[in-house]
């Protein structure tokens, strides 16, 4: 499917990001963001983290996204408010 949502949130490409498990055809990238309409449920991400919990490039992902401030999204396997938690540690998350 494509978000305009999804569409705005851009990064430069990062080689890793081949290696990505979210990278995959067979998943729909709108999982890893808020839906744009209503509340999202209480169990928004879980899909998406589950899938970063596999992903070998995972640490990777959570850098760029600490690194970057991103506010949106599901990255790493982090919701924005963990990330936000997280940057103001001075360590980087085991994950």
């Known amino acids: 499917m494509n978000s ?3 569409e705005t949130v851009s990064i430069p490409r990062n080689p890793w990001q081949e290696q990505a498990a979210c990278a995959s ?3 729909d990238p709108e999982i890893f963001f808020v839906p744009e309409r ?3 449920s209480a169990d928004w991400g879980r899909a998406a983290i589950e899938i970063c919990s596999r992903c070998q490039v995972r640490r990777e992902c959570l850098e760029v996204a600490l690194r970057m401030r ?3 999204g599901i990255w790493g396997g982090m919701t924005p408010a963990e ?9 980087m998350p085991k994950v």
């Open 4 to 6: 305009p949502f999804v």
């Open 38 to 40: 209503g509340r999202p």
């Open 25 to 27: 055809q067979d998943i």
């Open 70 to 72: 991103e506010h949106r």
């Open 83 to 91: 990330r936000r938690s997280k940057a103001h540690s001075s360590t």
